[in-house]
């Protein structure tokens, strides 16, 4: 007896260091893993005694105990013995009262047959997984736009998607979320924008981005402490990725510099941005609240000689600007004044002072 008490006692110490082994690596709570342990025991065990109402299975990480109990009724008669029990049997084996409905049989936990121990581990593996499923859920919902550092592990050859992960966490980066021309290579640990999370059938669906302005936007607040605690504001951003991006910001109190704060002493802010986006062009332009102003400034860096308000819905403007500024005004394939106008909000018509485009209209 005292030899069987001590295997018993051997095993479940076994048991609880394989339970904190396998919580530390997984990075779950070991009574968490404990109650689905349990849950799944109890499953396994309905068939051969009964219903799962009549089975309890406690596991105490804390403790160390590992205990199934088997809890049947005191009848006169028997008519299913997996969950009933007679009172004199009762009484003489199980020192239950004279009065009591039930008596709590503890059970052997060795003689728990392999068919016992596949249900379990069957149910076990899907806890996990379930467990595992919904801290990757909780962990990348807590940091839906925001940026993140993930570590490539692989590149699809075909696809051209990336595998990376984040902590513990698996997801993709599409090739269309990646900046063009940017290689990427295993290892490699990139500073992605977490644009959306889904919880879908096949598990938590993270859409991340490398083109995304809202990772220039949370690049800066990184980099310019004005921006983190708010002095100053981002109005607006718009962004070519790859090549160029605009950034309107402001500031509540007109003795701060706005524009001055985001660059930097010489502009090792703005630099460390411009590092990470392997050399896109950054303009960063003071916001206005007077349409005009705002509009000169976002077709930076060409000069503006005047800016004309068409009409305020839709919004549209008429900008002159000198004839040697005209194609910097425009920008290679139209790039600068399209980002102005999505910086601002409003369709910009670029002329040159002369009003000719180099033929006559």
Known sequence: MAKAKKQLKNQNKEFFEALAFMGAEKGIPVEYIADKISSAIV????????????????????????KVILRKDIVDEVEDSRVQILRDEAVSQYKAGPEAEFVEIEMDTRQFGRIVAQTAKHVIRQGIRDVERSQALSEFQAHNRELLTAVVQRIDPKTGNAAVTIGKSEATLPK?????????????????????????????????????PGLVKRLFETEVPEIFDGTIEIKSVSRQAGSRTKLAVWSANSEIDAVGACIGPRGARVNAIVEELKGEKIDIVKYSDD???????????????????LSEEPKMAKVTVPDSQLSLAIGNKG??????????????DIRPESGFYGEEE
């Not at 065990?45 to 596991?59: A, F, M, V």
């Not at 021309?181 to 992605?192: A, P, R």
């Not at 959306?196 to 981005?209: I, R």
């Not at 349409?291 to 308000?309: N, Q, R």
């Open 335 to 348: 790039q600068n004044v399209r980002l102005a106008a999505k910086l601002t909000g409003w369709k910009i």
């Open 43 to 66: 499953v396994a065990l309905r068939k051969d005694y009964g219903t799962t109402e009549n089975i309890i299975c406690t596991i105490d990480p804390e403790t160390e105990t590992f």
């Open 176 to 212: 269309l979320e990646q900046v063009p021309e940017e290689e990427l290579y295993e290892g490699d640990h990139i500073k992605v924008y977490v644009v959306d999370v889904k919880d879908t059938e096949k598990g938590p669906k993270v859409m991340l981005s490398r083109t995304h």
């Open 291 to 309: 349409p005009v102003a705002f509009i000169s400034e976002a077709l930076s860096p060409s000069k503006v000689v005047s800016v004309e308000i």
